[in-house]
């Protein structure tokens, strides 16, 4: 008996107070290697036993950070370096687009790493072997008794000091555990014969899955929709010298119905050159009041007077009514929808080219009310 190697001296306690209270002396002697075992988690062990807290809380900081900035490379060289993929003009680097990816990342990695680190480090794995598993005491205190274990590898540990302590605190079954007597070194999961297993059963299974889905039920002239004679979006193509098959838009040309209205910063011309395409009838004034009712008259009044709604919020329009604004041509009038004027914003995404002019018809239909001719009452 005496030739074994000790591992430890432990005691049964058989209250959660009594246990506490055992863990603070036991700590309070100086002990460092000692462990509590109970069926359940007492509350406050961890201060009974002056724990440090625990340092797994680093492995989980350091690999979520490596996940976020993982992610932010990842997604910076795929879609910025490898593979710029053109999606309405956005910026290639969207990183409001990055983020639930690199949060997601960033809980993934951290949670999955920190559980392998507390396996493989804290617990030592594959090394599921323990002197005080199938003991006496281990079985007592997996049901519904509580346990001190002094661990003989303590520098304070001596076989009788540890007896003494322990038999004043009042410890039941005060009882040495060994090592077991030899220690099986390897590991059940790595034998050859369970590996030859998985391998087989792995070989059949995909080697099964390969042959009826390619060999038994292939039959030309069909073949696999995912495979087409075309070059798709996210393929390379060797038609083109960087080798993407998706292309950015050819340089200057423009989208269907986007024409760029050509008169940006030359009113002058604008006032010249363009011309109403448009005549007065019912419709188009209709048409008209309605565009300058809703996207004008906030700021210019119903009938263009320069009268805002907007209480002083924003500077009062010009009068439409004035010397210059009549005699301006229409041209001019479209241009300042189009491009805007100093203050006034440009209405070119909200209004049409038609609307526009028919806007434009509609503010002379109110300038001539206002300054209506002896000819307009016949
Ligand atoms: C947000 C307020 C606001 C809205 C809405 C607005 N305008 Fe104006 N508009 C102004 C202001 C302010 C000016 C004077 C700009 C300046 O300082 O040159 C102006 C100037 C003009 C002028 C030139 C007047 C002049 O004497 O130089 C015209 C014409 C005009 N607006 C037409 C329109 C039409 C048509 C619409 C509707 C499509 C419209 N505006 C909508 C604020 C507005």
Known sequence: ???????????????????????????????????????????????????PPSKLGYA?????????????????????????????????????????????VTVL?????????????FFKFPNISHPLH??????????????????????????????ELLASL??????????PDEVHEKQTVFEPKFISLLLFVAIITSGGTYFALNKLMFM?????????????????STIF??????????EGTISRGNMPYQFKDQPELAAMLLKNPLVPDEQTLATGKEKYDIYCSPCHGYFGEGDSRLRGQYPNPPSLHSEKSRT??????????????????????????????????????LQRSFNAKESDLE
């Open 1 to 51: 008996m005496n030739d074994k190697i000790l591992y430890g001296y432990t005691g049964i306690f058989d209250t959660p107070d009594e246990i506490i209270n055992a863990a603070e002396k036991v700590s309070d002697a100086g002990y460092k290697k000692y462990d509590i075992n109970t069926p359940y988690p007492v509350h406050g062990m961890d201060g009974a036993m002056k724990l």
């Open 60 to 104: 989980a900081l350091v690999f979520g950070l490596t996940g976020t900035f993982a992610a932010l490379a990842i997604m910076y060289f795929m879609s910025v370096l490898d593979y710029p993929i053109v999606i309405g003009g956005k910026p290639f680097f969207a990183f409001p687009a990055f983020v639930p990816i690199m949060f997601e």
């Open 109 to 121: 990695s951290a949670s999955i790493a920190t559980v392998v680190t507390m396996i493989a480090f």
């Open 134 to 163: 199938g003991t006496n005491y281990m079985k007592k205190v997996s049901s519904d008794k509580y346990g001190v274990c002094l661990q003989s590898e303590d520098e304070k540990f001596t076989e009788d000091g540890a007896k």
């Open 170 to 179: 009042n410890a039941k079954d005060i009882t040495p555990i060994y090592f």
């Open 220 to 236: 030309l002239p069909f073949n696999w929709m995912m495979y087409q004679e075309k070059t798709v979006p996210q393929e390379s």
């Open 241 to 250: 010298a960087d080798g993407f098959g998706m292309r950015p838009p050819v």
């Open 328 to 365: 301006s041509s229409d041209g001019s009038i479209y241009h300042v929808i189009s491009a805007g004027q100093n203050i006034m914003p440009s209405y070119s995404t909200q209004l049409t080219r038609q609307e526009r002019w028919a806007t434009v018809l509609y503010v002379r239909a």
